[in-house]
């Protein structure tokens, strides 16, 4: 198959082109289209062969349920039965959407069981990019869409990370260039007490400022009938190829940054502690010096790192808190969950 690539202006969308690619969702296809997080692999959501067609292009596994992305929350009880959590929704919706938040709803019977891996709840979001929205709009159906690397890989941030991964495996992408946030949606559960699924673009703290105490996975008690304790809870998730030597302490980075390593040694590091490692030989990304700017540039770093033919990436944690807790997420399983020196 031949991947269409739309390249258009999220600033002044190219009406023909978005409904180019709308016709294209609407008809069973697969289009890529960037989100204010990372890229996103959308089909109809409604339409089960069409979402069959997302798991056979990522090679992703049929338990690993997808976001349903509407262009409105207003939309969420269409798909989601909101009974008793109507107040919730509507302050999160007010204070988050649209935007990186993904809420899990229980399901409605209209929700394809591929889309919620035969789960009872769904999980919803309305993206804020412009080209998100557009399509949505255009395409006038739920567009279900995990992000848009092949399984493991790291989320593309760019339409060419989108290719990286799924050039000839999908029918389009729309090349709105890179997305501003570079982590995935933080996903809060409602079903039951509001529970922390996974941490993202919107930090624990702001949802927690409108909304009081929320649960974390470990505090969780999960209903039983719920597929999976929580979304990409798979160790070995978002990784480079090399091997990450991830550190909790920064003041350990000279001491293993000056270790032998059989192979090439790639430092994807916050700009000061670059700054420290200067005299050490090695490929280097710079993630600059906040939250914002690492959340920004990491999986494409990752990327960049392995395109170099690094065989290890020295990075550190960042302090837990706003989008560092996201971060350190996606550090951990791309670390596969070893944390320390002794890498
Ligand atoms: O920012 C994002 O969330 C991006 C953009 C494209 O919207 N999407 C994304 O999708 O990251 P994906 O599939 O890569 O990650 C979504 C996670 C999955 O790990 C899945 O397990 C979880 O959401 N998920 C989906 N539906 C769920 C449900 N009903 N209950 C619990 N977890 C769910
Ligand atoms: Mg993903």
């Not at 490929?283 to 494409?300: H, M, N, Q, T, Y």
Request: net charge negative.
């Amino acid at each position: 198959m031949q991947t269409l690539v739309f390249h258009i202006n999220p600033a002044q969308p190219d009406q023909a082109a978005v409904a180019h690619a709308a016709a294209m969702i609407q008809r069973g296809g697969l289009v890529a289209f960037p989100t204010e997080t990372v890229y996103g692999l959308g089909a109809n959501g409604l339409d089960a062969i069409a979402v069959e067609g997302i798991f056979k292009a990522k090679q992703r596994p049929h338990s690993d349920p997808l976001i349903l992305h509407v262009a409105h929350w207003s939309e969420f009880a269409r798909y989601a039965d909101l009974a008793g959590v109507e107040v919730l929704v509507e302050q999160l919706a007010t204070a988050f959407m649209p935007g990186a938040l993904t809420l899990v709803l229980p399901k409605l019977p209209c929700v394809p069981d591929c889309v919620t891996a035969n789960g009872p709840s769904v999980a919803l979001r309305v993206p804020a990019h412009p080209l998100a929205h557009a399509l949505l709009v255009a395409a006038g159906v739920p567009i279900a869409a995990p992000s848009a690397n092949l399984f493991s890989r790291p989320s593309p941030t760019t339409a060419s990370m989108v290719l990286e991964d799924l050039d000839g495996r999908i029918d389009a992408v729309i090349d709105g260039g890179s997305t501003t946030i570079g982590v995935e949606s933080t996903i809060l559960s409602l079903c039951g007490a509001p529970t922390l699924l996974r941490p993202g673009g919107v930090a624990l703290e702001a949802i927690e400022a409108v909304i009081g105490e929320v649960l974390l996975p470990a505090e969780a008690v999960l209903p039983e009938e719920q597929t999976q304790p929580a979304p990409g809870m798979l160790l070995k998730h978002y990784s480079p190829r090399a091997r990450l030597l991830l550190l909790a302490d920064p003041g350990q980075l000279q001491q293993v940054a000056s270790r032998h390593h059989d192979g090439k040694l790639g430092l994807l590091l916050p700009s000061d502690s670059l700054q420290r490692l200067r005299h050490i030989d090695a490929e280097r990304i710079d993630l600059g010096d906040d939250a914002a700017s690492v959340a920004a540039r990491l999986f494409k770093g990752m990327r960049e790192l392995d395109r170099r033919g690094c065989t290890h990436i020295l990075t550190h944690y960042l302090p837990l808190e706003g989008l560092g807790r996201a971060i350190n997420d996606r550090l951990f399983r791309a670390a596969e969950g070893k944390v320390g020196p002794g890498q």
